[in-house]
Structures are given as C-alpha cells and as structure tokens.
C-alpha cells in the first residue's frame, strides 16, 4: 500500500466503496488523514464499516473542516450532472480529487524521480499497459501495474528511484486528477465513448488530451495520430516543448513508429533504424495490437531498454483475457474470446483480423449496433445470434446466413459444428459481442469465462 501522506492530520471525505474507494479510504488512514467516508449502497458502507473505515452520511458533515473529496472514477464528476457529494464540496469550495491525483501527490512529495509511465486511449489501452509492463519486467525493471486495469494504484508498493509504475488511465480518473503528471505518458486514440459523462466528443477528448499535456519536463509523450483528435493532441504538445514520438498504423512516419504490413518501424529523419516483427505472436495479430505494440515499444524506449532486448520480450506477452484471447483450437478451426467488444468500435478491431468468421454477436445493445460493421460482413461466413440484441442485429446482416441461437452455449455449438464442416483454411469461432453483457451475464469476464470454458469443453479442443 501507499500511505497517503500529504493529508496528514486533515479531515478526507471519500465517496464511493467499492475495491477502489476502500483501498483509498485504508490509504489515507495509513497516512494520518482524517477518514469520512461514504456510500450509496448499503453494501459499501457495511463493508468499510467492517474494515474499519470511519463510515457517515456526508450530507450531516460540516464542509468547512474538510480538506478534499476522493471521488469513485464511477461517480458522476460533471455530466449528466454533478453527484450530491460534488455538488456540496464545490458549494463550500473543496476540492474534488481521485485516487490517481492522491498517487501523483506521493510521488512528487517521496519520490519525485520515480519513473512513472500513464496510458490512456479509447481501445487498447488495458493490452498497452499490461504490454509495457511485460517488457519492462523482461528487462529487469521493478514494475507495480495498476490503475483502470483493474489493481487501486494506491494498493501498489510506494515509488522510489528504481520502481517503475505503469498506471492505465480512465477519462473519470483523469478527469479527477489536476496534477496528473507522469514522465512517460501514452494516448493511443479518441473515438466516440462516454459522452454521456464528458458532455461530448471534444469534452472526451479535451479530458485525454491532459495526461499527455501532464507529461513532466524532460519526459516523453507517446501519441497515435490516426485520428484528428489526436494527431492535434501531439501537435500542442510538442508546440509545448514535450518530446513527442509519433505513432500509426495507417502510414509511414518520418519520425516516429509505424505498422509496415507484420512489423512496426522506427523511423528518424526519414531513415529506418529498427524493424520489429510481430509474425507469429497471437497476442498482438491485427492492426490495433501494431499499435499498442508501437506504442509499449516507444515507451519502453523512453524507459531505458535497448531495442533489442523489446525484440525478444515482446515474443512472450501472453495478451489479455477476453481481448482476442486464443483459448483453443480443434484442428483447423481456431477459438477466440473477445467478450470486451462490448461496441462496434471494439469488435470491428477483430472482424479486420480474421477472414473466414463464425460470429457470436449480441447482448444488451449499445447505441448504433453493428451497422458501422457492415463493410466487414464479407469476412463472416455465418453469424449466431444471441441476448437482446439478436432481433435487431438480425436486420442489419443483410445476405450475412445467421442463426437465432439465444444463449451462448447454443451459439457455440452451432458455429463450433459449421466452422468444422467449412472450407476455410484456419476457421475461426469468434465470441466479440458488439454488446454489453448484462442480459444474460454479470460482466464481459463473466461471458468470456463461460465462452472459454465451454470451448475448451467440446471434443477434441486443445
């Protein structure tokens, strides 16, 4: 744990107990603060009340004495409109802070040489996270991995000069983190996500735009430019005079790192000076695992590791669960769990990796459904439908063959036995929903447990 130190003796309102807020709550507890704490949910309180975290109502709490609030990175901070709790801290003008801000303030007060590298983007920032940390631990670095990626950063082991912290970064938590300011930041991509909390697309971006206008002096910005939102992010930066390295996967770079068909470039001064394969590494197949790939590398370049020894870490990341996960194969036919497409956004990144698909699609829907995929309907041989979702899903196919399969197992038996039966030279059962999960399961982990273990279940899966 990180005893938060910079509250010592001053009174700390937290709001929101789930795993994130009781770690802050015990943390600032650590550090001589003050603790009121508070939840919604009865559950939240009983279980601080039983770890022994000071638990009462915030609205009997005399504002004047508190120092800050902690904010959950779940609790609304701004849109659709400010929590009760926000609104009562900015009325008595308190500050409104997260656990990431908390962890920022630690490290500039103990250890303010501590190597600090933040990631954030729409997609694939939990694959470059767990990615940079691997290839930092394979080049003998003490690494805490934590953040959004699903580890409280302040249950981590404290920053010092030789410990390096890889922090995946949500839009909520930046957005409760005024000093964010890590020596290496990562901003993959802006699409269209959370407007909903952020009010809309520019104020979504204008929020991920500050991990990377964070970035402390002397340190390393690495930006993806394949959008415009953030090719602009890496222009004021450098206009700002933060070393910046370019990333894409849709053109050549002059300066910067960039997908060349099964291999990411590093370029300087229009010259190639390093090329790094990624055929043959499951984790990392399609165009969106080039990026993260890129990117993990330029950070780990800005950390201090030779390129050659990336080159050979890379070749051992095991990937994440449930983003295009290979969880087994029955001969030529190739099982693949990528419950986190939970949008179309998400599961088009596997639709472009495979081309003969056998697709479990459907769930809970979100806004637009699969119709932005329609220009990838050619890759799938057969979809299998299931949740809420099917009936619509099942108008937009067009000539697409589907199945109303219902429920998951259903679907996978069937594309299980079509996929066998087909001519394609490497099949592939696909689980990306293109939906949330909660008609039928508790989460995507929870869907892509039961789709792994129900594949690795059939009759000659390996």
């Known amino acids: 744990m990180i005893p938060v130190s910079t509250f010592k003796d001053r009174i700390v309102a937290v709001f929101g107990l789930g795993g994130s807020g009781l770690v802050t709550a015990q943390a600032l507890i650590a550090g001589g603060a003050q603790v009121v704490a508070f939840d919604d949910g009865e559950a939240g309180r009983a279980k601080a009340a039983a770890a022994g975290i000071p638990v009462a109502d915030l609205r009997a709490l005399d504002w004047s004495t508190v120092s800050a609030l902690v904010l959950s990175p779940g609790v609304p901070l701004t849109h659709p409109e400010p929590h009760w709790s926000v609104k009562l801290a900015q009325a008595a003008g308190v500050e409104v802070i997260g656990d990431i801000e908390l962890f920022c303030r630690e490290r500039r007060a103990h ?29 003998g670095r003490d690494v805490q991995l ?7 950063i302040l249950s981590l082991a404290p920053p010092n000069g030789r410990r390096v912290h890889v922090v995946e970064c949500s839009s909520y938590q930046i957005d409760l983190s005024p000093s964010l300011d ?24 204008a929020v ?19 959008d415009d939102f953030s090719s602009a992010i890496a222009e004021r930066a450098e206009r700002a005079g933060t070393h910046v390295v370019r990333v894409s996967v849709t053109r050549p770079l002059a300066d910067g790192i960039w997908r060349d068909g099964d291999a990411i470039v590093v370029s300087e001064g229009g010259t190639e000076r390093f090329r790094l394969s990624l055929a043959g590494i499951p984790s990392l197949r399609g165009a969106h695992n080039a990026q993260n790939a890129a990117a993990a590398f330029a950070a780990a370049r800005a950390a201090g590791l030779a390129p050659e020894v990336i080159a050979v870490a890379i070749r051992s990341f095991p990937g994440l669960p449930h983003r295009m996960e290979q ?22 990144r596997a639709l472009l990796t495979f081309p003969d698909i056998f697709w479990i699609a459907g769930g809970k829907p979100k806004a637009g459904g699969i119709a932005p995929l329609a220009p990838l309907f050619g890759r799938v041989r057969k979809a299998y439908l299931i949740g809420e979702a099917a009936a619509d899903f099942a108008g937009t196919l067009g000539s697409v063959p589907y199945e109303m399969s219902g429920t998951l197992d259903v679907a996978l038996a069937a594309a299980a036995r ?27 982990e929870a869907r892509g447990d039961s789709f792994r273990t129900l594949a690795q279940g059939l009759p000659g899966v390996t």
């Open 418 to 444: 079509d996929a066998a039966a087909s001519d394609a030279p490497e099949p592939v059962v696909l689980l990306s929903p293109a939906c949330a999960s909660f008609d039928q399961f508790t989460s995507f």
């Open 146 to 152: 934590g953040g959004n990626i699903g580890t409280a």
């Open 327 to 348: 969880v087994g194969r029955a001969g030529r036919v190739l099982f693949v769990n990528d419950s986190k497409a939970t949008n179309a956004d998400a599961a088009e």
């Open 208 to 226: 991920k735009e500050q991990l990377i206008a964070g970035v402390e002096s002397g340190g390393t910005a690495v930006v993806g430019v394949d």
């Open 111 to 139: 250890g303010r040489h501590a190597p600090f590298v933040a990631i954030t983007g729409t997609n694939g920032k939990s694959t470059t996270t767990a990615l940079i940390a691997h290839l930092l631990q394979r080049g």
């Open 182 to 205: 890590p020596s290496i930041g990562v901003h993959l991509n802006v699409t269209p996500d959370h407007l909903d909390r952020h009010g809309s697309l520019e104020g979504y971006a």
